[in-house]
């Protein structure tokens, strides 16, 4: 199975917003509510940001949130900050036999 | 806190087998499942396999089916993961995540820091 459809890469300024989509099917962002969002700084481990399509950690600041909308999943962060810039993953359960599925992931530059 | 911390970078050639440990600490062993996540240089993330800590079952994607094997010493609050048959196409970050005992998996963290490994003759 293909790996979830994420834009290759979305900037925008310091104190704006940007919303980074995660398109799947039916099969699995569709057909759960199991998306997660990664951030994932250069030479860094993947951090959990969203699990559940919209929930946050403890310790996530609240300008990242998250949704869902049919077979596609975004992560939005509000008040971009220089530190947001960063790779950035979705991932979603899709079923017993694909089991996990990660985006392509997208790169954010905050210039 | 809650850690993962992986064993070193390794250096292989193709056709051989490499082994990774993943040691944790700051949680009990047994309350998570791990999986085994790596990243080919540049790119996105790949899922590989899971380990119920507390039984032992493991399950993999059809990509490494027969290729992997994720196994766990409860006594010393580590998994490991083998991956057999190297290919320069498998030089890349592994890492193992924590998620939740219930399946399905909706959450990893924390990752471990990565282990690579590098597939060259």
């Known amino acids: 199975q293909s790996a979830l459809t994420q834009p290759r890469s979305v900037s925008e300024s310091p104190g704006q917003s940007v919303t980074i989509s995660c398109t799947g099917t039916?099969?699995?962002?569709?057909?759960?509510?199991?998306v997660s969002w990664y951030q994932q700084h250069p030479g860094k481990a993947p951090k959990l940001m969203i699990y559940?399509?919209?929930r946050r950690p403890s310790g996530v600041p609240d300008r990242f949130s998250g949704s869902k909308s049919g077979n596609t999943a975004s992560l939005t962060i509000s008040g971009l900050q220089t530190e947001d810039e960063a790779d950035y993953y979705c991932?979603?359960?899709?079923?017993?036999?694909?089991?996990?599925?990660f985006g392509g992931g997208t790169k954010l530059t905050v210039l | 806190q809650v850690q993962l911390v992986q064993s070193g970078a390794e250096v292989k050639k193709p056709g051989a087998s490499v082994r990774i440990s993943c040691k944790a600490s700051?949680?009990?062993?047994?309350?998570?499942?791990l999986h085994w996540v790596r990243q080919a240089p540049g790119q996105s993330l790949e899922w590989m396999g899971w380990?119920?800590?507390?039984?032992?079952?493991?399950e993999y994607s059809q990509k490494f089916q027969g290729r992997v094997a994720i196994t766990r010493d409860t006594s010393a609050s580590t998994a490991y993961m083998e991956l057999s048959s190297l290919r320069s196409e498998d030089t890349a970050v592994y890492y193992c995540?924590?998620?939740?005992?219930?399946?399905?998996?909706?959450?990893?963290?924390?990752w471990g820091q990565g282990t690579l490994v590098t597939v060259s003759s």
């Open positions: 995540a924590r998620a939740r005992l219930v399946i399905p998996p909706n959450w990893f963290d924390p």
């Open positions: 700051g949680y009990i062993f047994t309350s998570h499942n």
């Open positions: 380990i119920d800590t507390d039984n032992g079952n493991t």
């Open positions: 039916s099969s699995d962002v569709g057909g759960y509510n199991h």
């Open positions: 559940d399509v919209s």
């Open positions: 991932s979603s359960y899709a079923g017993s036999y694909t089991f996990v599925l």
